[in-house]
């Protein structure tokens, strides 16, 4: 007689168990800090949830824009919000994204005046009522750290909007600051800008892209924030939020799944 399968999921379900502790000691720490935040164990969950949050919080006709966000894509969250066409919603990336290029946005090889119009969409995002967005890591201690390129996002969020909804799977939950600049670097750009950019498809166009992209891990050294210098760097601006004075302004949305990258 053949001896059964184990039940492999039995080992794998104990991750909700553990984020959901993560998650716990997370928010205790936001809510010493100005801000606060809340657990919902799976993405299916929070899709609906949030859209329900969003309609308390922001009023018919009222302004709601995001950041670059795998995450948020990914939750169907923005999709919704633009389907129940109440709210005026500014997508960041129309005049970047082409419908048959969602992942594939290269941002250096904005067409002629796409980077115009892009940057009056971030400015107006800052008037939102809400702002969405994920983020690069987070701490035990409550301390959101992200990186940007143009800074749009991470403008958004430390001022600007009345509101920002940080949407995270537990995944980008680390131990402190150091992890978070390893995280930042070796683990959110090389992805990213190898999503953004796709595979280059000549030397020049190769030239264009930070050694991140080509090597999966950041060419410089995070843990010294020592940078690769290239000068399409998508890490040259980077801000550490951990004790904002406006209250309860950063909300803070964990989703008990590895989410975003
Ligand atoms: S310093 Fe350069 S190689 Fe390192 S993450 Fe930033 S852009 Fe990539």
Known sequence: M???????????????????????????????????????????????????MIEKEVPEGGVISWGGSVTLINLGILFDLQKAKKWKCINPFKDIIT???????????????????????????????????STNAITLKGTLVNSDGYGNRIAAMTFGPKKVYVVT????????????????????????????GGEPKSKEEEAWYPPCSRLGRCGGEPKELRNCGHKNRACGMTTIIDQPHIPDRIFVIFIGEDLGF
């Open 2 to 52: 053949t001896k059964p399968e184990p039940e492999l999921t039995k080992w794998i379900d104990i991750r909700p168990w553990y984020y959901e502790k993560l998650a716990g000691t997370v928010i205790g720490n936001l809510k010493k800090n100005n801000m606060d935040g809340m657990y919902i164990p799976t993405a299916r969950e929070a899709r609906k949830k949030i859209f329900e």
């Open 99 to 133: 419908p048959n290029e969602i992942h594939v946005a290269r941002h250096w090889m904005l067409t002629e005046g796409a980077l115009d119009k892009s940057i009056k969409n971030w400015r107006e995002g800052l008037q939102a009522n809400l702002y969405l967005t």
């Open 169 to 196: 799977g537990c995944n980008k939950i680390v131990r402190d600051l150091e992890e978070a600049f390893v995280r930042v670097r070796n683990v959110v750009a090389p992805q990213l800008v190898r999503m953004m």
